[in-house]
Nanobody, 113 residues
């Protein structure tokens, strides 16, 4: 079973930036699409961004133009560069391959106004 470890979260002021990393215990090249999700308190987990092996990316409308997802199969890693952060971005962020892998512990992102 692939294990996922997310890191890079923290407390940042509105307008600030963070770079999240997700490292898998095995190769992620087998997974066509890797994605970042987030879950805010008392809300359902939602898809934030995804990236395919060919580099095709998709973003939720709420983060378009501010977040950039990327992957490095050689390092078994997926990244999320988050710029111009807003308080509504506050959540626990997770990576996964469409939800088919065991969820990691996530990384907390808190944006203060």
């Amino acid at each position: 079973q692939v294990q996922l470890v997310e890191s890079g979260g923290g407390l940042v002021q509105a307008g600030g930036s963070l770079r999240l990393s997700c490292t898998a215990s095995r190769s992620i090249s087998f997974f066509h699409t890797m994605a970042w999700y987030r879950q805010a308190p008392e809300k359902q987990r939602e898809l934030v961004a995804s990236v395919s092996n060919s580099g095709t990316t998709t973003y939720d409308d709420s983060v378009k133009g501010r977040f950039t997802i990327s992957r490095d199969n050689a390092k078994n890693s997926v990244y999320l560069q988050m710029n111009n952060l807003k308080p509504e971005d506050t959540a626990v962020y997770y990576c996964n391959a469409g939800g088919i892998l065991r969820w990691g512990q996530g990384t907390q992102v808190t944006v203060s106004s």
